[in-house]
């Protein structure tokens, strides 16, 4: 059997929890968090991040996530 590198891109949506005065000083620290978090290691595994919703795509191409699959379907060895 080969193995092959295929790509896969995951988009994560989120929300930040940040205390500020206002909303233009909430989106700085927002800013700042993430980019730190980032410069870190994994920035989704921030305490106060919350993921909301998963998009993936294998090589470009979108997979329907919400599509039921039967387990014992998979191709995985």
Request: proline share 4%.
């Amino acid at each position: 059997m080969k193995e092959f590198s295929i790509p896969v891109k995951i988009t994560l949506d989120c929300y930040l929890s940040v205390k500020a005065s206002n909303q233009d000083e909430a989106y700085e620290i927002a800013d700042d968090t993430m980019y730190w978090a980032y410069q870190n290691g994994a920035p989704e595994q921030h305490k106060d991040l919350s993921i909301l919703d998963c998009e993936i795509a294998v090589d470009g191409e979108d997979i329907d996530l919400d599509e039921w699959r039967d387990p014992s379907d998979t191709n995985e060895s």
